[in-house]
């Protein structure tokens, strides 16, 4: 019986960093070192002209459309070279950026709300195929009722299927995540697609600062895209054959352990870009006045912007409360999650989502939550999810104050007064 | 600066004979083949049916294509019998494609290759890019898909292997399926007596009139220097280009695994399957007119799933074929255009049909 | 984490993401052998195309019509070679037995065989060396005496020669070729490509023509047997006389006769109104030199009607092309004269009978008598021969007696006209060549054993779809008033090197592998392969062939055949699975080396990037501060 030996033939050089336009450098060069007014939308369109991206896919839907919009006109003035493939739809959107990365060539690619899922299908192909596509999603809620406002439903439908998924908070992390989040997803390390996911409107429609680097500093920060396995016929590979039933576990695990793996390197990669553009993040979990605190939000997205303030104002009045920013919700950081709530009485998850019929009887989060801080050591924190943000309505500081009160009373009475919360709709 | 996107061109194989699908009597008569290249970037040990259409028309497209080629595959029976398994036939570049994103995926590895190409990080020259469509992807589920992508003019060849079902799933219609074609979502009965009621999507007819810079063309596995000449045009062509393949399906039309080039050509002379070209500059459709011209029965008793046809139903069949005559601008013979009445027929499992020359049932 | 301390078996420690490496053009991808799915296989089995099993000579004439048709005339050539010595002679005045069988006759129209014959033959006279010369063994101790040097003889001196013996032909006329010479009149075979072929043979060496010797007179029978072989080639070159009165009048003549000596080269004459009798070939040979010679009219008068004569329909054509008339059912009476000078005959309706013996009855109708003129008559009513010099055991009448391999008596062997009465050129050299390899087997001591049966392709068989419907290419022909003009004008002219061509490409090679490459193409599996487009080239990868039979159904020309797997006994020919997905446990797993290399690679490569870039980048350590507490901006 002859053995089939396979090994790696000699393959291609390693890829050039792909040409800028010289209109591109002359616009970069004008910009850099500057602080720019721009919502989140711009502020990804931006990422992804540093980024130099290759094909951007784009089909319309509000509100992550902008982020397109500002792509084309940056390649109608020359700004950016890339292909611009108007797709006939969001899987078709997915499926030719999912093409071009296959390819080697680096990806973005958008969406929003029903648009998410309408490409449903593609998320764990392309996660499972190891292609580090970049999405950068605007939230909206998904249909019923046809609305335009943010809820974070649409990309935690997809949590589970293999994407790194995370959540900026002001268009300035918008630009900085989407370079980060390239970064880790390309590396050789993890291979994994990223999805930046922004709150419609109140991160994509509303303009903050963005510190706006040198084209060199990125460059320096995000090497350029080589996909080890790319369709080149220079080293010819097949991807995504069938497989034997008893090889589905041991191909399972391994997309498991890709999850895994990408932490530490996401750690690595937040320092990386700390160290070199002066912003400094979370690997995991922003913890605001938690060292003391015996109540906590779990928050994530736009809305901990307010939260943030609403937290200081509590504390003026000795309220001892604090706040836990998830930066990523996949892979989903229970030890830095459990790190930072040790000693916190009363846990709160804001649910700006749907988990309908889940096991809150409220949102998708808590569960996560929940699960997580269920293994701490020691006394583990009550665990209630507060419904709030729903449909795009905002989360003002009263309501903020409101489960505060709950969850004080929580601490009080020793067990919370149930697991999910309608924020407005309750005494 | 950008750098110039340099694109392959394939010499065409010499059309005298046979297997070319030209006109006319004249010329040589070689049933000798072209030489034709000797790789063969689809490689045995794939697991399609013994006589498998699309396995020939795979094999035939990807040596005209060459090494220099990228490809993908939809999901349908030539993905799951060629890739089981972790072992795969391409000796070329290969990605599976869900089965929607046959057109979208491509339009995704075209556009990859022109800005890495563009922006340096590949040295060239483009490579053939190809996908190979089933016809539930390309004529159904994936229709838009491969639409958008020819609409877009990416420079790639969509190909639609045309085996008539979802034979993957065990033989279930497809838009495709010829009127009358039995599967297992069509089955006939006492009061559906000819299964599949509807004509098929005329999918090549409609690629071409849609798509204004489309190079597009049909063909049979009757046909190989045609089916390879073409593939190569499509190639060539500077552009989005379709081709439409006819592909028996053994298992799923019930004939004998020998049969395979036999019925590509005999659809072909019973007026089933036109075999066109269309210039999308001249907007000019080139049609081949074959040499022989066969009643359907002779097309129809050589399948199984035909089997359970009614006169009026072959009597149908005969019209909608005599009609495809005339759009192609060739006669209808007296003999022909008498077989649309139902009273000229019997059963098609009692007709009298012409039988090829049977060397024999293989596997 | 929940992947820690996991552990994969090593049979299914899978590459990532299934990333599976490429196969290789040369084994397949290896790890699923389809040849298990078999249960029939397709075999090359050759058949003998009904062209070379007409020809005497056994010419391979599909394998030649093959090689003309890749413009190779050399290997053409070198292939009508190995059967026959004179293809110029042969395609000029062979009556092409070959066309007649020809399986294209029923598709549409035979092929133009003998026009490329003489196409390849004429090729041949022009090389300045004679290819197969140098091919040839050396020769032995042993010579053959033959007696006769016209086609049979030749034939089996040539052939002889091939095979390394000596031969010695007697001949009596001054000039070798028998009636090639003394029988086909110049304008269908010149008399120097007889002379050119006649010396290539000679050039061979080996082979001695004795000339104007003359058996019962120069060389006896005792003579002959102390050589260590004899075969007798002696032909009928005696005309059959006519008893009517006035068969002894001046003008009156044997056909046979008229044509040696033109043949010859020795003055002749012919009358303005010529009269042959007979309706055989001969006849149409003589009216028609008749005319040239003689610059007046021929006529044949034959008892048989129109459709009964027995000249060979094209010549029959160009006869009457030349003018040539024709007096059907009819026979003489008497031949008139004045002054013992021929001047006319009496003619009567008859028709043609024969007696059980087949010999010719005529059956004059009474009172049809009419009067002809005419300055010159020849007989052409048949032919014979003197064998008076031959012991009588070995006659039968009027023919030498053979067995069924051709032999006389111990190492005698005999053919041609002289065993079967007039027969074809190619007659001749067949049993020319079937005479030197059975004496080539005596003289080995060996037992004569009768050829193998050969099976052959008929039209039926065939896969008639791969051949276009394409009309013969009829050779060029000189006008009929040109050829009147003179003898010595050929009737029939050479093919152009894009006829012969183009004609050999209509050619169904049936039964025989050509190459076509069909069976190649039309494999699903890459399984039929082969190195070069040759016959005997092509195998099938047993390893993968699925016995789908497309291979089989397609072959243009059915050399391939079904034969079922049970049939054979090659344990090494199907690759059986240990297990149900691949030939053993675990061989999906090893390709995990080729993906983990990649990725290795380029984990390594991202590693030097990074340690540059952190160099380059002055000193900005990679920041670790765990305390970061959100955006700083």
């Known amino acids: 019986m002859t053995t089939v030996t396979t090994s790696p033939a000699s393959g291609p050089a390693a890829l050039e960093r792909g040409v800028r336009t010289p209109d591109g450098e002359k616009f970069i060069d004008g910009i850099a070192g500057t602080s720019v007014r721009m919502n989140g939308c711009s502020a990804a369109a931006y990422a992804a002209l540093y980024a130099n991206v290759d094909v951007i896919t784009a089909y319309p839907i509000r509100p992550y459309t902008a982020i397109m919009m500002n792509l084309a006109q940056f390649i109608a003035d020359g700004v950016l070279d890339a292909e611009y493939v108007t797709a006939d739809g969001e899987h078709a959107q997915l499926s030719a950026a999912f093409g071009a990365a296959s390819c080697g060539a680096r990806a973005f690619t958008g969406s929003s709300g029903v648009g998410v899922t309408y490409a449903y299908e593609m998320y764990s192909i392309i996660s499972g195929a190891r292609i580090p596509v970049h999405m950068s999603i605007a939230d909206r809620t998904l249909d019923p009722p046809g609305d335009f406002g943010s809820e974070h439903t649409d990309a935690l439908c997809t949590r589970d299927m293999g994407w790194l998924l995370g959540w900026a908070a002001t268009p300035q992390e918008v630009f900085d995540k989407s370079l980060i989040a390239l970064a880790i997803g390309e590396d050789p390390r993890v291979l994994l697609p990223q999805m930046v996911v922004q709150d419609g409107y109140f991160v994509s429609h509303i303009a903050g600062k963005v510190d706006l680097p040198s084209a060199a500093a990125v460059d320096a920060y995000l090497p350029p895209y080589q996909l080890p396995f790319a369709l080149d016929p220079r080293r010819p590979v097949s991807h995504g054959p069938q497989i034997h039933p008893e090889q589905g576990p041991p191909l399972q695990l391994e997309r498991a352990r890709a999850m895994e793996d990408a932490i530490p390197v996401i750690r690595e990669k937040t320092d990386e870009f700390g160290a070199a553009f002066g912003r400094h993040y979370s690997h995991f979990v922003e913890e605001f006045m938690l060292d003391d605190a015996e109540i906590a939000i779990v928050i994530s997205g736009g809305h901990s912007v307010t939260c943030r303030a609403a937290i200081m104002r509590l504390r003026e009045q000795g309220i001892k409360v604090g706040m836990a920013r998830l930066m990523w919700v996949r892979p989903f950081p229970s030890e830095d999650l459990r790190k930072a709530l040790r000693g916190v009485k009363a846990v709160g998850v804001v649910e700006t989502n749907l988990g309908l019929g889940g096991p809150s009887y409220g949102g998708i989060l808590a569960p996560d939550v929940t699960t997580a801080l269920y293994h701490m050591e020691g006394t583990r924190p009550l665990v209630t999810s507060f419904m709030a943000g729903l449909g795009g309505e905002t989360v003002p500081v009263a309501e903020f104050d409101w489960m505060a009160g709950k969850l004080a009373a929580a601490v009080r009475n020793g067990r919370v007064e149930k697991a999910a919360h309608w924020v407005g709709f309750e005494d | ?363 | 984490m929940s992947v820690r301390g996991t552990r994969v078996p090593e049979h299914l420690r899978l590459p990532i993401a299934g990333v599976t490496p490429p196969p290789t053009e040369q084994d397949g991808q290896r790890l699923f052998p389809t040849g298990n799915f078999r249960f029939f296989r397709p075999v090359y089995k050759d058949k003998t195309p009904p062209c070379n099993n007409a020809c005497p000579t056994g010419e391979q004439i599909q394998k030649y019509l093959d090689f003309v048709k890749h413009e190779r005339f050399l290997d053409g050539y070198l292939t009508i070679l190995e059967d026959n010595p004179m293809p110029s002679v042969t395609g000029r005045v062979c009556y092409h037995p070959c066309e007649t069988a020809c399986n294209r006759k029923d598709h549409d129209e035979p092929i133009g065989i003998r026009n490329v014959e003489r196409y390849l033959g004429d090729y041949g006279l022009q090389l300045p060396e004679n290819p197969i010369k140098a091919e040839l063994p050396e020769l032995g101790d042993k010579t053959v005496a033959i007696v006769g040097s016209g086609p049979g003889g030749l034939g089996c001196a040539y052939h002889l020669r091939r095979l390394g013996y000596r031969s010695v032909i007697f001949e009596a006329m001054s000039k070798p070729g028998g009636m090639l010479r003394g029988g086909i009149p110049h304008w269908h075979l010149p008399e120097e490509i007889l002379d050119a072929e006649i010396a290539k043979l000679l050039d061979l060496g080996g082979i001695e023509i004795r000339c104007n010797t003359r058996m019962g007179e120069d060389v006896g029978w005792d003579e002959l047997r102390n050589y260590d072989a004899a075969f007798l080639a002696v032909g009928q070159d005696v005309g059959r006389r006519l008893s009517v009165d006035g068969a002894d009048l001046r003008g009156v003549g044997g056909a046979l006769e008229f044509l040696r000596e033109a043949g010859m080269g020795r003055p002749v004459k012919a009358g303005k109104r010529v009269l042959v009798i007979g309706g055989g070939n001969t006849a149409s040979d003589a009216a028609r030199s008749a005319v040239r010679i003689g610059g007046g009219t021929s006529t044949i008068v034959s008892l048989e009607s129109a459709d009964e004569l027995l000249i060979v329909p094209e010549d029959l054509e160009q006869a009457r092309d030349e003018g040539i008339e024709f007096k059907p059912n009819t026979s003489v009476v008497r031949f008139l004269g004045e002054n013992g000078v021929l001047t006319g005959a009496v003619l009567c309706e008859a028709r043609l009978e024969k007696d059980e013996h087949g010999n010719v009855v005529p059956q004059h109708v009474p009172g049809t008598e009419y009067e002809v003129s005419c300055d010159s008559v020849l007989i052409a009513i048949g032919q014979t021969q003197v064998l008076d010099w031959l012991p009588a055991e070995l006659m039968e009448r009027g023919l030498v007696k053979a067995d069924e391999y051709g032999r006389a008596q111990g190492h005698v062997f005999v053919g041609g006209d002289v065993t079967r009465g007039p027969a074809m050129v190619v007659d001749a050299l067949g049993d020319g060549k079937r005479a030197a390899r059975n004496i080539d087997v005596v003289l080995r001591g060996e037992g004569l054993a009768p050829p193998p049966e050969v099976e052959v392709m008929p039209y039926e068989r065939l896969n008639t779809a791969y051949f276009k419907h394409a009309p013969r290419i009829e050779a060029p022909m000189a006008s009929p008033a040109e050829r009147r003009r003179d003898q010595k004008v050929e009737v029939t002219l050479a093919y152009s090197k894009e006829q012969a061509v183009a004609e050999s490409d209509r050619c169904m090679s049936c039964g025989v592998c050509n190459g076509c490459d069909n069976c190649y193409i039309v494999c699903p599996d890459v399984s039929v392969m082969r190195d070069t487009r040759e016959n005997g080239h092509y195998s099938i990868r047993t390893t993968y062939c699925k016995g789908c039979l497309v291979c089989v159904q397609e072959c243009p020309t059915g050399c391939l055949e079904k034969v079922p797997e049970m049939d054979f006994d090659e344990p090494e020919a199907v690759t059986r699975m240990e297990t149900a997905f691949a030939p053993y446990d675990g061989a999906h797993a090893e390709q995990s080396a080729f993906t983990k290399g990649l990725i290795e690679e380029a984990i390594a490569a991202s590693d030097a990037a990074r340690r540059q870039s952190v160099n380059g980048s002055n000193g900005h350590a990679p920041a670790g501060s765990n305390g970061s507490r959100g955006a700083t901006s």
């Not at chain 2, 556009?111 to 922006?119: D, H, P, V």
């Not at chain 2, 190079?215 to 593939?231: C, E, I, P, R």
């Not at chain 2, 552009?239 to 036999?262: D, R």
Request: proline share 8%; net charge negative.
């Open chain 2, 1 to 363: 600066m950008a750098h110039e996107v340099v694109r392959q061109h394939l010499p065409l194989f010499d059309e005298d004979g046979r297997s070319a699908a030209v006109d006319g009597d004249a010329g040589r008569d070689l049933h000798y083949l072209p030489d034709f290249p000797e790789e063969d970037p689809y490689q045995a040990g794939h697991r399609t049916c013994a006589g498998c259409g699309p396995a020939i028309e795979y094999r035939w497209v990807l040596k005209a294509a060459g090494q220099d080629t990228v490809m993908a595959g939809p999901t349908g029976c030539m993905y799951v019998a060629n890739s089981t398994y972790l072992c795969t036939p391409y000796t070329v570049p290969w990605a599976h494609t869900p089965i929607a994103s046959g057109g979208s995926f491509t339009s995704g590895m075209a556009a990859g290759y022109e800005a890495m190409i563009r922006k340096g990080r590949h040295p060239g020259p483009y490579p053939n890019i190809v996908v190979m469509a089933g016809d539930g992807s390309a004529a159904d589920i994936g229709l838009g898909s491969i639409s958008g992508a020819l609409y877009r003019n990416h420079d790639a060849l969509y190909i639609c292997y045309d085996n008539e079902c979802y034979a993957n799933t065990g033989i279930q219609v497809s838009p495709t399926t010829p009127y009358a074609g039995m599967t297992t979502f069509t089955p006939f009965g006492k009061a559906v007596p000819e299964g599949k009621t509807l004509p098929p999507k005329n999918l090549a007819r409609m690629m071409a009139e849609g798509h204004p810079n489309c190079y597009v063309a049909t063909t049979t596995v009757g046909y190989s220097v045609d089916l390879m000449n073409k593939t190569r045009k499509g190639l060539n062509h500077q552009g989005a280009a379709f081709l439409h393949c006819y592909t028996p399906c053994q298992k799923g039309w019930v004939y004998q695994t020998s049969m395979t080039i036999e019925l590509g050509r005999r659809v072909v002379e019973a007026g089933l399957f036109p075999v066109w070209e269309y210039d999308p500059e001249e907007r000019k459709y080139h049609y081949f007119h074959p040499p022989v011209q066969r009643p359907v029965t002779d097309y129809l008793a050589m399948q199984g799933r035909f089997g359970h046809m009614l006169p009026e139903h072959v009597a149908s069949m005969q019209m909608a074929a005599n009609r495809n005559w005339e759009d192609i601008g060739m006669d209808v013979p007296d003999e022909l255009r008498e077989l649309e009445d139902p009273e000229r027929h019997k059963r098609l499992a009692d007709e009298q049909y012409s039988m090829p020359l049977n060397r024999g049932v293989g596997a």
